[in-house]
């Protein structure tokens, strides 16, 4: 399985965008880009995924560029409740192998 | 969208003794479970993949003697935890993939924090 790369932390003020790239050199073909957000004591939930170029939902827009080596999540106007750790996962089939995830750090 | 649920979401065990943690799928069916553990400040580390009616496939370096899966019905997966030991104190997480026509998406459980004395 490929492995991802992110920022170990970012810190942010409420309201601003907050981007978060992930580096993915090695992605396969058939590999789907994930995104999960993690609260402390409480399991993973789903924000986003993604194959090429760009995808959009109601939290967040995924941006991947033409070589999919890489891939960026996009947070609008983050509020102090989206302080999380965020992971990247590539995702072919079955496994979901996590990263060292991005710790978000949203200030007032 | 879809709910996993745990159970118990947190348990204090004696050293030597057995702990059972459940995995459930409330609203839809999971062929394939999966268990995950997280020590503090870490990443998810997966540890085994369940398969429904069939032996549970481990990661390397997990023990399947002492962490023994079931995955009895399409909704149910436990993990248990055998002759527990301070170190295997961890926050152990469950997730289940559902296969709708939108495409595949994985639920995770709430967790469950296990403390051994």
């Known amino acids: 399985l490929a492995k991802t790369t992110q920022p170990i932390s970012m810190d942010s003020y409420e309201g601003q965008e907050v981007n978060i790239t992930c580096s993915h050199n090695?992605?396969?073909?058939?590999?789907?880009i994930t995104w999960y957000q993690q609260f402390p004591s409480q399991g993973p939930r789903f924000i986003i995924q993604?194959?090429?170029t760009k995808v959009t939902n109601e939290v967040a827009s995924l941006f991947i560029p033409a070589d999919r080596k890489s891939s960026t999540l996009s947070l609008p106007r983050v509020s102090l409740s989206d302080t999380a750790v965020y992971y990247c996962?590539?995702?072919?089939?079955?496994?979901?192998?996590f990263g060292a995830g991005t710790i978000l750090r949203v200030k007032s | 969208g879809a709910v996993v649920s745990q159970h118990p979401s947190w348990v204090i065990c004696k050293s030597g003794t057995s702990v059972k943690i459940e995995c459930r799928s409330l609203?839809?069916?999971?062929?394939?479970m999966f268990w995950y553990r997280q020590f503090p400040k870490q990443s998810l580390m997966l540890m085994a993949t369940s398969n429904e009616g069939s032996k549970a496939t481990y990661e390397q370096g997990v023990e399947k003697d002492k962490f023994l899966i079931n995955h009895a019905s399409l909704t149910l997966s436990t993990l248990t935890v055998t002759s527990a030991h301070p170190e295997d104190s961890s926050f152990y997480i469950c997730?289940?993939?559902?296969?709708?026509?939108?495409?595949?998406?994985?639920?995770f459980g709430p967790g469950t924090r296990l403390t051994v004395t």
């Open positions: 993604g194959y090429k």
């Open positions: 609203d839809f069916q999971a062929t394939t």
């Open positions: 997730s289940a993939r559902e296969t709708s026509g939108s495409g595949d998406e994985q639920y």
């Open positions: 996962l590539l995702e072919y089939g079955n496994k979901l192998v």
């Open positions: 090695n992605i396969a073909t058939n590999d789907y």
